[in-house]
Antibody, heavy 120, light 109 residues
Framework: EVQLVESGGGIIQPGGSLRLSCAAS????????MHWVRQAPGTGLVWVGR????????NYADSVKGRFTISRDNAKNMVYLQMNSLRLEDTAVYYC?????????????WGQGTMVTVSS | QSALTQPASVSGSPGQSISLSCTGT?????????VSWYQHHPGKAPKLLIY???NRPSGVSDRFSGSKSGNTASLTITGLQAEDEADYYC??????????FGTGTKVTV
């Protein structure tokens, strides 16, 4: 079964750091670009960023650029979201998702999400 | 990276058809056929319904269809069912090699 499972969420103070993890299984992880998406309470889905299959490049939303970093370990079938200088507005459920090979815009498998709460 | 514009809510009766719009710019929706649609029931993972504007993944009901004209993409749901009550989001690749979601539409059956 193709599956993504996020972990690492929790409560963190403003200015703090947190690393989210996403464990992949059931598919050849190293072949797929991976994305992170978030949803703040009561609001819509927002794209956070993506990383290439090899991990050689990443793109980010302006709201997180310079603060968040996406990385991956293809040997461990893991993708990570390092979040630094956290702000109250980063409070959200964070999802990881994969895109099929050869497709540009189609997040076909999603995790269940992990909640991050930034609060003093 | 402004969110794509979707109507906040759309409602319909069982069996009816509804259409959800998603309006962007020539830098996103209008510039590429890289638009997808997602159904999101609260507390669950979003589900891909349509990709590359008109393509339906295997396993998705043919009651869902997508189209695009200029800067506006649309999702049509025919034969509306109670289980279709959810939030729906469009999603587009952009000229800046980033992505943007729509503001979301709450569908009430």
């Amino acid at each position: 079964e193709v599956q993504l499972v996020e972990s690492g969420g929790g409560i963190i103070q403003p200015g703090g750091s947190l690393r989210l993890s996403c464990a992949a299984s059931g598919f050849t992880f190293r072949d797929y670009w991976m994305h992170w998406v978030r949803q703040a309470p009561g609001t819509g889905l927002v794209w956070v960023g993506r990383i290439t299959a090899e991990g050689s490049g990443a793109n980010y939303a302006d709201s997180v650029k310079g603060r968040f970093t996406i990385s991956r370990d293809n040997a461990k079938n893991m993708v990570y979201l390092q979040m630094n200088s956290l702000r109250l507005e980063d409070t959200a459920v964070y999802y990881c998702a994969k895109i099929p090979v050869g497709v540009v815009s189609a997040l076909d498998v999603w995790g269940q999400g992990t909640m991050v709460t930034v609060s003093s | 990276q402004s969110a794509l514009t979707q109507p906040a809510s759309v409602s319909g009766s069982p069996g009816q058809s509804i259409s959800l719009s998603c309006t962007g710019t020539s830098s996103d929706v209008g510039g590429y056929n890289y638009v997808s649609w997602y159904q999101h029931h609260p507390g669950k993972a979003p589900k891909l319904l349509i990709y590359e504007a008109t393509n339906r993944p295997s396993g998705v009901s043919d009651r869902f269809s997508g189209s695009k004209s200029g800067n506006t993409a649309s999702l049509t749901i025919t034969g509306l069912q109670a289980e279709d009550e959810a939030d729906y989001y469009c999603y587009s690749f952009t000229s800046g090699h980033t992505y943007v979601f729509g503001t979301g539409t709450k569908v009430t059956v």
